[in-house]
């Protein structure tokens, strides 16, 4: 009976460190894929294995192993069904907290938000008014904002957040220089309504970085009231008129996506009612423009809309889902270009454009001195 017991047990072994490399060969576990927001490491060169020998070879494995994404979603998904909707926040003072989901981008933007140089808050001042004179110079208005990190919406307060300086968030010490400036007319502060819309309904979800598509909603339409404010007319557009359809991310391409576990749910409180996109909306791409969103009947403003920005930005104009915040119906065309592909991007404008709205990469609002630079 005990050589029975011992030969189970050292099958049940042999069979653990043999499934990753059968689960490789044969393509197990491919549909657990998980998108990491960047490239795995490809098997190391002659010239790295002469420099780190089998310590290379070592961590080429561990990112490309067999079963590796099904185990990691195995894992997030016994933290998320125990812990839920935790309402602990992502960032802490020591970088050394342990994080479910995205830890290495939330923990590093935060970080190095707060630690910002005097230099680069300036940068960013100066590469913003480079870009305000060239497009005031050509007619079309501008408008930026700055995504907060979830953190800042969820718990505003100094004594809330682990900063690493004993002051204000270094968010609201750009907002205060920024508004000090002569950039406060294209400055659109979204903070404060991300903060009072969060009451009504989450505009994060407390287990994604992310906004979700109402927190999107909410922000952008900030930039159409103040927009609306310089031409002098009423504002045409209010999330409080969202209704149609439950907004229920899709599996593959929700905010969500980023928990990285085999199944979720999002409680009813963490939902919002949001309209079916309009079948004269059409999703396309043109060389740089990832998006581009026609609408040549009804539109209430003149002309097109051009946003920079990055994955923050799709969710206020047309989510992968199918529902739409109704954003892209005021405009007779919207473009949307990735900072991926901004470069030279001021010279290169549709005629038709006559907003351009600016948007801080990711929560990362620390790079933008560099990005705005890749503008003009």
């Not at 499934?19 to 790295?48: V, Y």
């Not at 839920?84 to 994080?99: A, I, M, P």
């Amino acid at each position: 009976m005990k050589n029975i017991a011992k030969k189970m047990i050292l099958g049940i072994m042999l069979a653990a460190l043999a499934a990753p490399t059968l689960a490789k060969l044969f393509g197990w576990g491919s549909s657990f894929a998980i998108n990491e927001n960047r490239n795995r490491l490809t098997f190391p060169d002659r010239e790295t294995l002469d420099d780190s020998g089998f310590m290379a070879v070592n961590e080429w494995y561990n990112d490309n192993f067999g079963l590796r994404d099904f185990l990691i979603r195995l894992q997030h998904q016994i933290d998320y069904s125990l812990f839920r909707y935790s309402k602990e926040l992502f960032f802490t003072s020591d970088r050394e907290q342990k994080y479910l989901f995205y830890r290495s981008v939330v923990t590093g933007e935060q970080y190095y938000n707060e630690m910002m140089p005097q230099e680069t808050q300036e940068n960013i001042l100066y590469n913003l008014r480079q870009i305000k004179e060239q497009l005031e110079a050509s007619g079309i208005t501008f408008k930026f904002i700055i995504a907060p990190q979830k953190n800042e919406v969820l718990s505003p307060s100094i004594q809330d957040i682990p900063v690493t300086r004993d002051e204000k968030n270094m968010y609201y010490v750009m907002q205060e220089k920024i508004m000090e400036s002569d950039l406060a007319d294209n400055y659109v502060n979204i903070i404060d309504e991300l903060i009072r819309r969060n009451e009504q309904i989450p505009t994060y979800y407390y287990s994604d970085f992310h906004w979700n598509d109402w927190g999107a909603a909410c922000a952008f339409g900030e930039v159409i009231r103040s927009y609306a404010n310089d031409l002098g007319v009423d504002t045409p557009y209010s999330v409080d008129e969202l209704e149609s359809s439950i907004f229920t991310p899709d599996k593959n391409f929700a905010q969500l996506s980023s928990l990285s576990v085999l199944h979720y749910d999002i409680p009813a409180e963490h939902t919002v009612n949001m309209p079916e996109a309009p079948k004269c909306m059409s999703y396309g791409n043109d060389g740089r423009f990832q998006g581009i969103w026609e609408n040549p009947n009804g539109a209430v403003f003149e002309g097109g809309v051009l946003f920079v920005g990055d994955s923050y930005t799709p969710a206020a104009l047309m989510s992968y889902n199918n529902t739409s915040s109704g954003i892209a119906d005021l405009f007779e065309k919207t473009y949307f270009c990735h900072w991926n592909d901004a470069e030279g991007l001021l010279e290169n404008i549709p005629s038709d454009v006559k907003l351009v709205v600016v948007e801080s990469i990711e929560s990362a609002y620390f790079r933008l001195d560099k990005l705005l630079e890749t503008l003009y």
